[in-house]
Structure formats: C-alpha cells, structure tokens
C-alpha cells in the first residue's frame, strides 16, 4: 500500500512562490508515476501537473503552464510542485497521486491510484 503526506500549503499574496512536496511510501517510488491536482470550493477537481517515473517527462494544465513545474526526486522518495507567480484564482486544496500501473500517468484523476491528503493554498490579492 502506498502511502502519500503532502505538505508545503500555505497562505501566499498574489504573485508570491510556494514549494509544495509529497512524501511517499510504501513501493519503490520510482516505479509510480506521480501528479498534481486540486480542488477549490465550488469547482471540479482539476489536473495541475503529472510526472513520468524517471521524470523524463511532464505535463501542465494550461492554467498553470509557465508557473508551476513538477520534479521529483527519486533517491528521496519526493515529488515537488514550484508555484511561481501564484494568483488567487489557484487557491485551492491540492492533492499528489500515484500512478502505479503507468510510466506516465497524464491529466485524468481516474488513472491514480493513491492520493494524499491535500494541502490548502490560498493566494491573497
């Protein structure tokens, strides 16, 4: 079973950064294809970012593209999302998954097999 901690949310003024981080385990992480969503109040959950095992390749929502990049370090069992020149329509809660069936897991939420438990950003203007 693999287990996910995210971690890094906070509270950040418009065009302000924050460094989320998902800590996984429970499975050789570099065998799980890894992504980013979230989830704002009154909305649908909405893809982020997704991550190749090896990290070779990446993907962005269009929302965010230019501003976020996913990472991930293998040896430390750790994918991260950069948010750059956050605005406030991308508060929202924000969720890591885990692909573990894929070697990349792309943009639909159904693929995931394994979430974390969310970690609330909020983006002041």
């Known amino acids: 079973q693999v287990q996910l901690v995210d971690s890094g949310g906070g509270l950040v003024q418009a065009w302000g950064s924050l460094r989320l981080s998902c800590a996984a385990s429970?499975?050789?992480?570099?065998?799980?294809?890894m992504g980013w969503f979230r989830h704002a109040p009154g909305k649908e959950r909405e893809f982020v970012a997704a991550?190749?095992?090896?990290?070779?390749?990446?993907g962005y929502a269009d929302s965010v593209k230019g501003r976020f990049t996913i990472s991930r370090d293998n040896a430390k069992n750790i994918v991260y999302l950069q948010m750059n020149s956050l605005k406030p329509e991308d508060t929202a809660v924000y969720y890591c998954?885990?692909?573990?069936?894929?070697?990349?897991?792309?943009?639909?939420?159904?693929?995931?097999?394994?979430w974390g438990q969310g970690t609330q950003v909020t983006v002041s203007s």
């Open positions: 991550i190749s095992c090896s990290g070779g390749t990446t």
């Open positions: 429970g499975r050789t992480f570099s065998s799980l294809a």
């Open positions: 998954a885990a692909d573990g069936d894929a070697y990349y897991g792309g943009s639909s939420y159904s693929g995931y097999d394994y």
